[in-house]
């Protein structure tokens, strides 16, 4: 029983690990893989604009308008934590 139990703890851990690892992707046209405002993966439905010659994806409309109140170095700033 002990063996089983084992088994399946090891299988859990290494499914759990190979999901962690996998970086995400960017939606298809979008410089980032996650909402540069709150985090969220981008499923490539969501609003874009055009940044410095890039387009970044967001969310939702809300974190739009919460970057467009943030400074040049702010918003920067916020793509670079999310490229």
Do not use: H
Request: hydrophobic share 40%; charged share 20%.
């Amino acid at each position: 029983m002990k063996q089983i139990l084992s088994t399946a703890a090891m299988a859990c851990a290494l499914f759990l690990c190979s999901c962690a690892s996998k970086p995400a992707k960017a939606p298809a046209g979008t410089l980032n893989a996650k909402c540069p405002i709150s985090g969220e993966s981008l499923d490539g439905k969501g609003p874009t604009i055009f940044f410095n010659q890039d387009t970044i994806g967001f969310c939702c409309e809300k974190c739009v308008a919460k970057f467009a109140k943030l400074s040049g170095e702010e918003k920067q700033q916020k793509i670079n934590a999310v490229k």
